[in-house]
């Protein structure tokens, strides 16, 4: 077989991997319900009814699109890899991943897909709400820019993921992606903004991969954000390789 035959056969086998691991996490509603549902529902409940009447209530849809978002997207990478790559370890699956005749690759690549995808199925849900019930309207070079950021700072999240399942077990993962997400999310200043937490809450923010995506968030739609672009995007990129580097040590060691 020449070298052009081999890569077809990768393309179209990463293709159906990709395809079927997407069908497996939207057939499975503990997942797809609460990754589809719950940021849109918080957005409304938080960024669109609560501040309803208010003379600033347009604006602060628009700041709260950014952040829930953020929050929105951070699940698929982080539940998807997380319980999944956890519940492949126990049945055998990646043992079995190894002695198929297929790029070794083509299992994180898969679900990385699985996630941009729901990610960018995240973000349309999100700026369709902001835009029929939030009034909130986005140039097209903002609505670009914020989904990029989405679609893009899903990738940190994907890593974190992997380091959760590689490190417990399917029982334990959900409970731990769980104990990172919730809190993250609300020390990030995802839920509501940072202004109206305590200030020790808003000192310890930067640590927070979170943070630094909800700013890009933010910057994108031109709502008041801290610090630079270059300085969040390094500390993502920096965080991602440390958790894949992680991750993929450990999943070595997998027998």
């Not at 293709?15 to 939207?26: K, S």
């Not at 938080?46 to 009447?53: E, Q, T």
């Not at 995808?117 to 009034?135: D, E, Q, R, V, Y």
């Not at 994907?158 to 993962?173: E, H, N, R, T």
Request: glycine share 10%.
């Amino acid at each position: 077989m020449n070298a052009i035959a081999f890569d077809s056969i990768a393309r179209r086998s990463l293709l159906l991997d990709a395809r079927l691991e997407f069908l497996r996490l939207l057939r499975t509603p503990s997942f797809a319900l609460p990754a589809l549902i719950f940021p849109v529902m918080f957005y409304l409940l938080f960024g669109v009814l609560m501040p309803s009447g208010k003379a600033s209530a347009g604006q602060y849809a628009q700041y709260m699109l950014a952040t829930y978002c953020v929050f929105g997207v951070i699940a698929p990478g982080l539940f998807g890899f997380g319980v999944g790559v956890a519940s492949d370890r126990e049945r055998g699956l990646l043992q079995l991943k190894r002695a198929l005749p297929a790029p070794p690759q083509n299992y994180v690549l898969a679900k990385l897909a699985m996630a941009l995808l729901f990610a960018a199925i995240i973000f349309a849900l999100m700026l369709s709400t902001a835009t029929l019930a939030g009034g909130v309207r986005l140039g097209l070079g903002q609505a670009v820019l914020l989904g990029l950021v989405a679609l893009l700072g899903a990738l940190p999240f994907c890593a974190l993921g992997l380091l959760i399942g590689s490190s417990v077990g399917a029982q334990a993962a959900p409970a731990i992606a769980n104990l990172i997400y919730l809190p993250m999310a609300f020390l990030s200043g995802l839920w509501m903004p940072l202004s109206v937490l305590p200030g020790f809450v808003q000192s310890m923010a930067p640590l927070w991969p979170a943070w630094h995506l909800g700013q890009l968030a933010l910057a994108a739609v031109d709502q008041p954000s801290r610090g630079g672009a270059l300085g969040h995007v390094l500390y993502l990129l920096l965080f991602s390789l440390l958790a894949a580097g992680l991750a993929t040590r450990r999943l070595q060691r997998t027998p």
